[in-house]
């Protein structure tokens, strides 16, 4: 192969490269910039999702912080609630309930991952809290498992209303769905 050929041939291909080369930057350049993730778990930002998936809803003071434990990575809070009111389920008077949080940093002081849909359970505070599993008859060394809590900033009266109406109405299927695809802007 003479030297005319080979520098016609090596030409064309450096041509070619350039030439996909561009045209991938620009097919990269025009896609979208998001990118999906799944969400799964029920919205807790929903007060209708939240009633239809626990087992039990009431409105509560909190007495006692009783017991911190940690296990495997984990750490839960069990905390002494007075009943003020059930608005779904039973509750005993007095309920020992459990919930996960994480140490503050200070003796005696905790935090959760989102402290505005699940509050950490401080004595002397009310609170809305919604039970996923365990028992609230108060027996003893029976716990029920707050997965939702929140401080009642509505009075009793207010809450009761609030929630009443979230328990009369069910959720939409897709509402209360495990997973679901969530576009948000990549960045």
Known sequence: MNMHVKVWVGGCLA??????????FTIAAQEPATTTHAVC?????????????????????AVENTRYREDGGSAYL??????LEAL???FADT??????VKNGGAPGRYMTEDP???AVLEPGRQYVIAVQSGSTTGAAGNEAWVWYAEPAERGLVGERE??????????????ISECEDIDTPAG
């Open 95 to 100: 309920v020992h309930v459990t919930q996960g």
């Open 88 to 90: 779904k389920g039973e």
């Open 78 to 83: 069990t905390t002494r609630v007075k009943t």
């Open 41 to 61: 778990g029920p919205d807790l930002g929903r007060d209708d999702v939240v009633a239809a998936r626990s087992q039990a809803v009431a409105v509560v003071e």
């Open 15 to 24: 041509a070619a490269v350039a030439a996909g080369g561009a045209a991938w």
């Open 162 to 175: 609030h929630w009443q109406k979230a328990i009369a109405t069910p959720p939409e299927t897709a509402a």
């Open 116 to 118: 505005d849909r699940y």
